[in-house]
């Protein structure tokens, strides 16, 4: 496993509310109550409901509203397991650059070019990598929702996601490698599937895009309160 992608100052707290997509209520340890930045502007609502133990990372930028950002959430499972799971929206393209770079994504190698945000069409791609004669483009996307040990994206409506994928075909018909690989910010799923039922669309779209050569890839991760980690490929069931 490659070295984990970490974080600084992480503190546990419980979730309160979510007054809107940016910010969050939380109580810290000392029973504090003060409001949090929240790093993904998606719904979770299956992930922060109130009394939900959650983790912070303290700011490091100077005059910020919010002292802290909370990035991870324990997820209770039924049998009175949990599942940690990490929402950082930011954090899956450093992650899965880290896994490339170390060889670890066996579909891809350890390409000789690796370079982040690389424009191509009307899209910019997360990674472009050439190598072992080819080159290509990964578009990540970062997977929080999970029901019963399976995985869904997207959680919510997403005409970007879409228009990603519709960009990913027309490289691959110009000869490049088009990948969408989705990390999923939690460990020991049994797959990913597209969620149908929030939006059908990004379905039909993906569908097409593996039938027309676009390689659709998932992996899972190793989560800690303050680290994460790519950890193995998992089955994309479309």
Not at 60 to 67: H, L
Not at 104 to 115: A, N, T, Y
Not at 140 to 166: N, S
Request: glycine residues 10%; aromatic residues 8%; hydrophobic residues 35%.
């Amino acid at each position: 496993m490659d070295e984990p992608i970490v974080y600084y100052g992480v503190e546990p707290a419980t979730f309160i509310e979510r007054p809107n997509r940016f910010l969050a209520k939380v109580r810290l340890e000392d029973g504090q109550p003060i409001t949090v930045h929240v790093k993904n502007t998606g719904r979770n609502k299956e992930l922060l409901v109130p009394g939900a133990a959650v983790y912070l990372e303290k700011a490091t930028t100077e005059g910020r509203k919010t002292p802290y950002s909370l990035i991870a959430v324990e997820k209770q499972l039924h049998g009175g397991r949990s599942l940690l799971v990490n929402i950082d929206s930011q954090i899956p393209n450093r992650v899965v650059q880290a896994a490339v770079t170390a060889g670890r994504i066996q579909e891809i190698g350890r390409p000789d070019v690796l370079r982040r945000e690389v424009s191509f069409g009307n899209s910019r791609f997360d990674l472009y990598f050439e190598g072992a004669g080819s080159k290509g483009f990964i578009e990540v996307k970062g997977v929080t929702l999970e029901m019963d040990g399976h995985c869904y994206f997207p959680d919510a409506p997403t005409q970007r996601g879409r228009k990603h994928v519709e960009e990913l075909i027309r490289a691959v018909r110009e000869g490049y490698r088009g990948v969408l690989l989705f990390c999923l910010q939690m460990e020991g799923m049994l797959s990913v599937s597209p969620n149908d039922s929030t939006d059908p669309e990004f379905g039909r779209v993906l569908r097409n895009a593996q039938r027309q050569g676009v390689e659709v890839l998932a992996y899972d991760c190793a989560v800690g309160p303050d680290r994460i980690s790519l950890r193995e490929s998992v089955p994309v069931a479309l």
